[in-house]
């Protein structure tokens, strides 16, 4: 069966950094772009950002621009997202999922678009 598990968040300080991942199975990984969303306290779930199948021309939104990095491993079902420079506005639960384009198209941070999703995984940034 289809599985999206996100790893890696954790208790960080202002300015730390982390890693996430997202290990992927049960579905052709390298069909689908992939995009981590988050949803802090109190707020509505957002896109971050996306990498399409290739691993190439990542989207951002402009809150995480400069800070975070996306990418993937397609021979290990996987994605990534570093996050540096992190700050309180960065708190929350981080989501993976697939879309159901191959490519980043506009809108990828459409929860519509969406055909698979992670249980998530909490950041929490102290100040």
């Known amino acids: 069966q289809v599985q999206v598990t996100e790893s890696g968040g954790g208790l960080v300080q202002v300015g730390g950094s982390l890693r996430l991942s997202c290990t992927a199975s049960?579905?052709?990984?390298?069909?689908?772009?992939m995009v981590w969303f988050r949803q802090a306290p109190g707020k509505e779930r957002e896109g971050l950002s996306c990498v399409n199948w290739k691993g190439i021309t990542p989207q951002y939104v402009d809150s995480v621009k400069g800070r975070f990095t996306i990418s993937r491993d397609n021979a290990n079902n996987t994605a990534y997202l570093q996050m540096n420079n992190l700050n309180p506005e960065d708190t929350g639960m981080y989501y993976c999922?697939?879309?159901?384009?191959?490519?980043?198209?506009?809108?990828?941070?459409?929860?519509?678009?969406?055909?698979?999703w992670g249980q998530g995984t909490q950041v929490t940034v102290s100040s």
């Open positions: 999922a697939a879309i159901r384009t191959a490519y980043c198209v506009d809108e990828w941070w459409d929860e519509g678009r969406v055909k698979y």
């Open positions: 049960g579905f052709a990984f390298d069909d689908y772009s």
